[in-house]
């Protein structure tokens, strides 16, 4: 179902990449939500349509890559340049969903020389910044898990190991993902089986030390991010449903007031479930553009 995965090394430890291909494709290094580098197959196959090619890797602590315990957002810039290196790639644009939005953003802030253009959906934004309130519109398990996180880190860490291993009990089949949807699952795509065994298939192939990348994620989302988002200088898209409780569109808006060079689009009736899915195609046809523009820097360099 996946391409066989490239394995890098970087200063001792592993990283585990899927590359979709053609060579020939506007490379786009996708920072999943999941942390797991499957990328949707559906997706990719549009993708070659527009003539990109999507890229993905597991993230430390997910799937085949090792973990780094400790690690913070801005760290995964060092990940993408050596993956960039390994591929002959010179110039790319980044993706990422949800938790992988920081992700995204912290590599275009950091490695301008290298990303054209970013796509993010339903992102999170940094934990204690000014005028951003993190856990407004949130569930209140999540304010509860905020609250000791910062209070007692180890009863956390034992707390999160609990509740995750219930998760991945449920969410490690498609079956499960159906049952969470409840009404909505198979109205549409964004509901339907084939996405629900996709992400089925992240936790599995994702999940192989446990919850141990997404405690890691979780942690470094609650740290400094390490960069500033006034330092993005590519252009930026986003997109955020106004009907997203998981990750609330406040974050989305404070990111829109501090990112130079960003449009943004917040429609009223799409969620955390079906906000990429609805506006991947005028993503892929945005960064269509952009090979245009490599196409003339090769033509006038």
Not at 195 to 218: I, K
Not at 246 to 264: E, K, M, N, Q
Request: glycine share 12%; with cysteine.
């Amino acid at each position: 179902m996946y391409p066989a995965p490239y394995l890098i090394r970087l200063g001792g430890r592993a990283l585990t990449v899927e590359d979709s291909g053609p060579e020939t494709g506007l490379p786009v290094l996708v920072h999943s939500g999941g942390g797991s580098r499957h990328l949707f197959p559906p997706a990719v196959r549009d993708a070659r349509c527009e003539g990109l090619r999507l890229i993905s890797y597991d993230r430390p602590g997910y799937g085949g890559s090792t973990p780094v315990p400790g690690r913070v957002v801005v760290g995964c810039a060092a990940d993408v340049r050596a993956i960039a290196a390994e591929l002959g790639i010179t110039r790319l644009a980044v993706w990422g969903f949800s938790g992988g939005g920081p992700y995204a953003l912290a590599t275009a802030a950091l490695l301008p020389d290298v990303v054209v253009a970013v796509c993010v959906f339903a992102p999170l934004g940094p934990y204690g910044a000014d005028g951003l309130d993190f856990l407004a519109g949130m569930e209140d398990s999540y304010r509860e898990e905020v609250r000791i996180f910062f209070q007692d880190r180890r009863a956390a860490r034992e707390k999160f190991r609990a509740e995750a291993a219930k998760m991945y009990q449920r969410l490690s089949t498609a079956e499960g993902w159906l049952s969470v949807w409840g009404d909505q699952a198979g109205r549409d795509d964004a509901h339907g089986p084939d996405l629900a065994e996709y992400l089925a298939s992240l936790m599995r192939d994702g999940w192989t030390r446990g919850d141990e990348g997404w405690w890691d994620d979780w942690s470094a989302f609650l740290s400094p991010w390490g960069f500033d988002p006034a330092a993005i200088q590519a252009p930026v898209r986003l997109w955020h449903g106004l009907a997203d409780t998981r990750c609330p569109p406040g974050h989305s808006r404070w990111l829109a007031g501090r990112i130079p060079h960003i449009t943004a689009h917040f429609p009223e009736h799409e969620d955390h479930t079906n906000v990429e899915k609805n506006n991947r195609a005028a993503a892929f046809a945005w960064l269509r553009g952009f090979i245009d523009s490599r196409v003339r820097e090769t033509r006038t360099g």
